[in-house]
């Protein structure tokens, strides 16, 4: 038997035992040693998560220890792996084309199926990445690492161009990251001075706006007018991502990161005078993780400033309650098991 945290329902979690995993031919049987906990647990916690049904154990942001290796000799015992999330069938017209990230027939580890808040878990090597030189606690900050990455990619940021990021989660820092690597001045739209500042100290943000009634004017002042090459938005606010549109400069580009539920509407007459080129972007692809393994090995992301919070498996249900609430400067948790 092993340990593991399922949510029942929203607003529950408990902590229980299940049978340990065994794995099917040819996968791989992991020790589950860190899970970071992101915005997408905190909807499965509130019962906002469109794609999910209950109950249902999650954790997707996923490192541990190979217990039994894979028959090809790529992963030993021992040895630290970073689990990719997305269980992609393959042969679908999206994995045939590799894009993997939009499978159509896509299982998320945590949402779709169970996933990591347990001691063990059997996987296909397929979604098993090296994660030697790096810590337990960044290999399980890859996954959200990764979702900026690729969204940077499909914005297809350029040295000099001005961005915006709407938004300053760990997702929203991860774009900002990423996007000033890739060259861009990126400016953050937030209402949390503390996250802002961040970005701005540590994670290569020029500017920070709060997003008040005078954020449209500032905005407009840092740009001389012009508003932004490329636009992210990674509030998770639907009435954020329609504002987003107006910030987007007359040829540009917006990207969706967040995922809500319901739609999202826009000015036409707006959108074609500016022929805005409009993205979503969801999840990441191998090319992603093994990019954010590359850059964490050569100490090109402070890990070390974006995990915030940890805590053992068992004291979950009564801290997962108190890491949401904004009091807490929770940035990245990570459980520890």
């Avoid at 607003?11 to 791989?28: F, I, M, Q, S, W």
């Avoid at 190979?66 to 970073?82: I, L, N």
């Avoid at 030697?132 to 297809?156: N, P």
């Avoid at 068992?314 to 520890?336: F, Q, R, S, Y």
Wanted: with cysteine; hydrophobic share 40%; charged share 20%.
């Amino acid at each position: 038997m092993m340990n593991v945290v399922l949510c029942p329902m929203p607003g529950k979690l408990e902590l229980t035992t299940r049978p340990k995993p065994v794995p099917a031919d040819g996968e791989v049987l992991v020790r589950i040693r860190r899970v970071g906990i992101c915005g997408t647990d905190y909807h499965i916690f509130r019962g906002t998560q469109p794609f999910l049904n209950y109950p249902r154990v999650f954790g997707h942001e996923l490192a541990g220890e190979v217990v039994e290796g894979d028959k090809a000799g790529r992963f030993e015992p021992g040895s630290t792996v970073c689990i990719m999330p997305y269980l992609s069938c393959g042969q679908c017209v999206a994995c045939r084309r590799g894009k993997t990230n939009c499978c159509r027939n896509i299982e998320v580890l945590g949402v779709h199926r169970d996933g990591g808040l347990a001691e063990y878990l059997a996987i296909d090597p397929r979604f098993l990445l090296d994660a030697r030189g790096l810590s337990l606690d960044q290999a399980a900050m890859v996954e959200f690492l990764a979702i900026g990455r690729h969204a940077v990619v499909r914005g297809d940021v350029g040295k000099g161009q001005r961005i915006l990021v709407v938004g300053s989660g760990p997702i929203g820092m991860a774009v900002t990251l990423f996007a000033s690597q890739a060259g861009g001045k990126v400016t953050v739209l937030d209402g949390n001075s503390g996250r802002t500042a961040l970005c701005v100290a540590s994670l290569g943000a020029t500017h920070a706006i709060a997003p008040d009634e005078g954020a449209a004017a500032r905005l407009a002042e840092l740009t001389d007018g012009d508003y932004f090459d490329v636009v992210f938005d990674a509030t998770g606010s639907a009435a954020a991502m329609a504002t987003g549109f107006r910030y987007v400069a007359h040829g540009g580009a917006y990207v969706l990161v967040s995922v809500v539920q319901g739609d999202i509407t826009f000015n036409d007459p707006e959108f074609h005078k500016r022929e805005t080129s409009l993205y979503g972007s969801r999840n990441a692809t191998l090319d992603d993780f093994a990019a954010v393994i590359d850059a964490i090995r050569e100490a090109c992301v402070p890990t070390d400033v974006l995990h915030t919070h940890s805590a053992p498996l068992a004291t979950l249900p009564d801290v997962l309650p108190e890491w949401m609430k904004p009091e807490a400067g929770v940035m990245k948790a990570i459980v520890e098991l």
